[in-house]
């Protein structure tokens, strides 16, 4: 069982920045792939970013690429989100999650077996 739990989340001016945090417990982080998703009131959950294993591969969806970035510290067992430049239109809530079982960053919320409680980001124009 992996339990994860993001923090970060606030009210921010549009042109802003925030990091979320993601921690993860048990010992086994370092062999997860962590994703980050987002859910807009009225929307499905997308992706957002996921980073690899090793931390050496990083994928991004196209709205957020160039103003986001995700990390991770495995002596942490930590996975962050460094957003900047957020638009009103990044205005959701946003979720870890952890792929235990692929080594492969994968863009669908189906494939990642654990999820935090997700954390309200909200960007006002």
């Known amino acids: 069982q992996v339990q994860l739990v993001e923090s970060g989340g606030g009210l921010v001016q549009a042109g802003g920045s925030l990091r979320l945090s993601c921690a993860a417990s048990g010992r086994a982080f370092s062999l997860y792939v962590m994703g980050w998703f987002r859910q807009a009131p009225g929307m499905e959950r997308e992706f957002v970013a996921g980073?690899?294993?090793?931390?050496?591969?990083?994928l991004y969806a196209g709205s957020v690429k160039g103003r986001f970035t995700i990390s991770r510290d495995d002596a942490k067992n930590t996975v962050y989100l460094q957003m900047n430049s957020l638009k009103p239109e990044d205005t959701a809530v946003y979720y870890c999650a952890a792929d235990t079982s692929s080594p492969r960053i994968k863009l669908y919320s189906y494939d990642y077996d654990y999820w935090g409680q997700g954390t309200q980001v909200t960007v006002s124009s």
């Open positions: 980073i690899s294993r090793s931390g050496d591969n990083s």
